[in-house]
RNA sequence: GGCGGGUUGCCCGAGCGGCCAAUGGGAGGGGACUGUAAAUCCCCCGGCUCUGCCUUCGAAGGUUCAAAUCCUUCACCCGCCA
């Protein structure tokens, strides 16, 4: 077994998912073995994004390659705040608030991870339930004592925050909650190897050498470069904030619309990252994308795989169908009832009443959402972005009239290439 | 506790009594070109019942015909001293 934990380490590297390891040979030697290891998720808001299922599917990798995978989720640590990648102190967030961040990223975590695998099931944990029966005095004399202060003070997300703005002594103090649930892990169900994003080495390490010295355990690190994008920007980031996982936050159409309009320079990139598909698969999409980029195979696959991932086959399917009825180059006034109030189900919307008249084109955007303001919606007219029914209109004051709804029903507009939303005659 | 510096639109950052909805950069948006891509070029970017009006420059008061700009108090941040 030691060649396929070798195998699943270079998989790893190909993919780009290995930034750096504890001492790699003692790594795959260790992983020979059916191994438990974790990942934390600490709740900063009410769902994970695409930037923790970078890391959350390495986790699945993993549980997939036979080993024994736990979700920890932050009940403690989200409490506190993690300085690392911080320039600056974060405001702490109420307790109740964190409680319910936590129930629902606990649920989120559970669905990529198997928990009915026979030898290797998943295990979901919340470090609140061995932080909080602690006292202070027993966790400054039990694991406060394992820690110098000097190499507290060297970690980079505590040395670079003393040079820009300061630390508090609640975040300097976050490195020993994670060591600490590392060393409980490792105590409880023999944790032998914790996953992280490469500004977690500091806070990982920091676990290890907790672990050697209380339990004279040896555990092991490895890291996930984070992930980035071609021309700099930042991943998982739009106009309209993350790309969340939550389908309350972002629409599965969004979602897909995400992935679709993906970079050509991070396609095959983002493949690696988030794709199951095997070496072999991937290099075929990179080949064909080179080939005939315009056909954006490679875009489709990604989108693809990961809604029916995040959501499922069929809402993927769905959504897709939307996409394809909506982007066609046929005429939407050729779209049956059916098709049509199916693909408008995954945008934003609004509606009129049937009676009443119909407000402006300017209006009826702005109700949809898809803009911020009123303002924002004249500019789009003012610059020639706005179209009813795939064509344009002009004139601030423009309104769809009664002809203008498909099928008795329906006006679709959009703002400017791709941003759709639809009125719906009530 | 003392002294000094700071807090400006999504972010960075100019402005230091009227010419300020506020220079510049970034992010973002629209158009052209394309492939619902990138690069490039042009344009836009507080709000509204839009040739005008309203609300913004940490908060609250005040001086003035007029304040982001001056004064007072408060809050937070940074530095030096205790």
Redesign the pocket.
Known sequence: MATQSKALIDDLKWRGLFSQSTDEGALIQALSKPTTLYIGFDPTAPSLHVGNLVVLLALRRFQLAGHIPIALVGGATGLIGDPSGKS??RSLNTTDVVVAWVERIRVQVSKYLDFNAKDNAAIVANNLDWTSPLSAIEFLRDVGKHFSVNQMLAKDSVSSR???????YTEFSYQVLQSFDFLELFRRHNCTLQLGGSDQWGNITAGLDLIRRVESGSAHALTIPLLAK????KFG????GAIWLDPEMTSPYAF??YW????????INFLKVFSFKSREEIEALEKS?SEN????EA?RALARELTSLVHSAQICDRV?AA??A??GQGELSELDEATLTAALAELPRTTVKSGEPIPTW??LL?ATGV??????????V??????LNNA?ISG?DFAPSKSDFLCGKYAVL??????LAAVELV
């Open positions: 600056e102190e003393l040079e820009a703005g300061g630390i508090s071609a021309d700099g920007s980031k739009t106009a309209g897909f619309q679709l309009n993906t970079d050509d320079k991070d396609v994308h980029p315009g056909a954006r875009h897709e996409a394809r909506l982007f300017v209006d702005a803009v911020d303001s009123k303002s924002a919606a004249r500019r789009i003012k610059e020639g972005g706005a179209y344009k601030e959009r703002k400017g290439k791709r941003d």
